[in-house]
Nanobody, 124 residues
């Protein structure tokens, strides 16, 4: 079992940057592919980015491609989401998720474990 805790959210002006972290418990962190999702008020949870368990491959939603970077440090049991050039439409609660296996997924139904979320607010 994996427990996930996000941190690093906050309020920022448009054009600014934030770095989210997702710390995981357990000794099997490297066996899980990971993902970031977000949910804005009144909207469904949507895919943001995913990374394979070894960290060699990543995939992004079109809306964040070129602005966000997902990474992981298996030695520290931590995943990151570097968010640059933030826009008001990036405002949401951001969740990290873990999926047992090599490849990530864009579907939230395929993830086994979720964090509690961290709020990101971008003002114009």
């Amino acid at each position: 079992q994996v427990q996930l805790v996000e941190s690093g959210g906050g309020s920022v002006q448009a054009g600014g940057s934030l770095r989210l972290s997702c710390a995981a418990s357990g000794r099997t962190f490297s066996l899980y592919s990971l993902g970031w999702f977000r949910q804005a008020p009144g909207k469904e949870r949507e895919f943001v980015a995913t990374i394979t368990r070894g960290g060699s491959s990543t995939y992004y939603a079109d809306s964040v491609k070129g602005r966000f970077t997902i990474s992981r440090d298996n030695a520290k049991n931590t995943m990151y989401l570097q968010m640059n050039s933030l826009k008001p439409e990036d405002t949401a609660v951001y969740y990290c998720a873990a999926r047992y296996g090599w490849t990530g997924s864009t579907s939230n139904s395929e993830y086994n474990y979720w964090g509690q979320g961290t709020q990101v607010t971008v003002s114009s």
